[in-house]
């Protein structure tokens, strides 16, 4: 099963090390073999400049569980959350705010790699 994350790494932690640390405690998964760099790019969260990587790799057999900290979130499709992130929706949910429609063109960039990707191998 695909899956792609994106993870806030701690200090002296390497960022492959911090998604797979956020991937176990987020939702007890694990990841088999390597993780491939999708996409990276300057972010502005919190108040301070952050530099984003996503990361694409298998998981592990297992159940998956989200976090209680996540009461929110849900699987979704690649595909589907791509299909979703039209211009249209994007100037929604920015609400106006440039540096969050750039966030949210960098993860329609990100799904888009990820997806040619898949189809590639």
Known sequence: MPFV????????ELPEEGARRELFEEGGV???????????YPMHVYGIDM???????????????ISHEHDGARWA?????????????????????????DLLGYIRT?????LARRRSV
């Open 77 to 101: 499709k690649a595909s589907d959350m791509r299909a979703l992130l039209t211009d249209e929706v994007i100037a929604e949910m920015a609400g106006g705010r440039e540096d969050v429609a």
């Open 5 to 12: 994350m994106r993870a806030i790494v701690e200090r002296g």
């Open 30 to 40: 694990h990841i088999e073999g390597d993780l491939e760099i999708v996409g990276c």
């Open 110 to 114: 990100d799904l888009d790699r990820y």
């Open 51 to 65: 530099l984003q990587v996503s990361f694409r790799g298998r998981v592990a057999h297992g159940d998956v569980t």
